[in-house]
């Protein structure tokens, strides 16, 4: 892909030319109705006889700017210079990230798309947001991935987030698989943010060898908004999927409010901490992978990765149990909730009990008829943060000898996909409760720093 005005026609293409603009530069447009626009000029990618031209504005949202033969468009700043300004600290504007050397090969990053705000664009012609998942489309909405990968499209689905489903989980699998099978350098899952963190844990699991990353990335805010987060939170995705030395299941969001960087989080350790900040999402018990400094086009490692890209083969296994709940503990919970759940055939259950790991007294019984039943019962904590610790108080005691898994320090929704996992591949009873205390897909840490605790407020 060249900077040349391809996809530039008819009147916009020619005020370009006048002006001796090209792809990167730092342009003014003055139209006839004394509006100025002044951003860096981004390539278009469809062809169209629309009079638009597309800028990237100081504040790092793309715009298409409607033009006719009164609009006067000049050069402000060329590629060359905002590029060395950019080498040379902090610019004043967001450069167009540099193009890969010509000859030199792209990676190949493919991007699924599963529904969500992320899977949309603007349209800017009219303004109205559409969905947006071919890879024309992509282009056309986010040009600069095209500077980071060659970009392949599809569509596995398209669901608003709260209604993925375990099942729908295993088609996610499968569709990754056969992309990374078919020699994708990575994979960019685009999904509604809500239910993320599950659909990456179970990725996590399903996908033990994994030679290359793969990268959930979703949106607090539509592109149709002044603050969208779309944009830079897939160039981020795009950026890890293509470049990063891990080969891991992570989820990329936002790092902060602002443009700054975003956070790569590793599937089992994430959670969705905020309705409708940009920095929603946070790594719990855990740092993250990475940070993403998409502009630079810069990965910067926080820790080490479980896996290196390129160590392993392609391993697969996927399958969910649909029979297992979580529930979360309140004071006076009635325990024929645990038996409804055990007399319809349930085969696991995940608690979110109070502090290290309890539950009412009242409860003790029908965990132990559970246990009698061989249904696995996890243990996990409401507070998140922190270890699950059943030796401390009496209750937990009594817990421990009806059989209750401690879930250690992992996240209830991520114990509940491990255990969704582990039964849909195991039918001993005693096998499952053994793995679930095993650190599989980095879902256990056994040390924690201060540093892991929430940050809000700023």
């Known amino acids: 892909m060249g900077l040349s005005l391809e996809g530039y026609t008819g009147i916009a293409r020619s005020l370009l030319e006048k002006a001796g603009a090209k792809v990167g530069d730092y342009i003014r447009i003055r139209r006839s109705d004394g509006r100025e626009f002044k951003g860096v000029l981004m390539p278009r990618y469809s062809i169209s006889s629309r009079p638009i031209i597309v800028v990237k504005l100081d504040n790092g949202y793309n715009v298409g700017v409607r033009v006719d033969e009164s609009t006067v468009v000049e050069v402000i700043k060329t590629k060359e210079a905002l590029l060395e300004e950019a080498r040379q600290g902090a610019p004043a504007v967001i450069p167009l990230l540099e193009e890969a050397p010509s000859g030199e090969r792209k990676p190949r990053v493919v991007i699924l798309g599963t529904g969500g705000t992320i899977a949309s664009r603007i349209e800017y012609e009219t303004g109205a947001v559409k969905p947006a998942f071919s890879a024309r489309d992509i282009l056309d909405a986010v040009p600069e991935v095209g500077f980071i990968a060659d970009i392949e499209a599809d569509v596995i689905m398209n669901i608003l987030s709260e209604n993925m489903r375990p099942d729908l989980w295993e088609k996610i699998v499968d569709a990754v698989a056969k992309r990374i099978s078919e020699g994708a350098d990575g994979v960019v899952i685009a999904h509604g943010t809500d239910t ?158 109070t502090g290290l790991g309890h539950v009412g007294e009242q409860l003790i019984d029908s965990l132990q008829r559970a246990y009698e039943n061989e249904v696995v019962v996890v243990m996990t904590s409401q507070t998140l943060f922190g270890r699950i610790n059943m030796n401390v108080y009496i209750t937990g005691r009594k817990l421990l000898s009806v059989g209750v898994v401690p879930g250690e320090d992992m996240l209830p929704e991520t114990a509940f996909v491990k255990l969704s996992w582990i039964l849909a591949h195991t039918d001993s009873f005693e096998e499952a409760r053994r793995l679930v205390r095993e650190n599989l897909a980095g879902e256990i840490e056994y040390r924690h720093t201060i540093d892991l605790y929430p940050r809000w407020p700023h």
């Open 196 to 353: 993320m963190a599950y659909t990456a844990a179970a990725l996590s699991f399903a996908l033990r060898g994994l030679p290359v990353p793969v990268a959930l990335v979703g949106a607090q805010r539509s592109s149709d908004r002044p603050s969208s987060d779309a944009a830079f939170n897939l160039i981020s995705a795009v950026l890890v999927a293509a470049k990063a030395p891990f080969a891991e299941v992570t989820v990329v969001m936002h790092g902060t409010i602002s443009d700054t960087y975003a956070l790569a989080h590793r599937g089992t350790k994430v959670r969705k901490m905020h309705t409708s900040r940009r920095d929603a999402f946070q790594s719990i018990n855990s740092r993250p992978l990475a940070k993403i400094y998409p502009f630079e086009k810069r990965i910067e490692l926080l820790r080490q990765a479980l896996r290196r890209r390129g160590e392993q083969e392609l391993e697969v296994s996927n399958g969910f149990e649909k029979k297992v709940a979580l529930i979360k503990y309140y004071p006076g919970m009635d325990p024929e909730i645990i038996d409804f759940l055990v007399d319809r055939g349930y085969r696991g259950i995940v608690i979110e009990g």
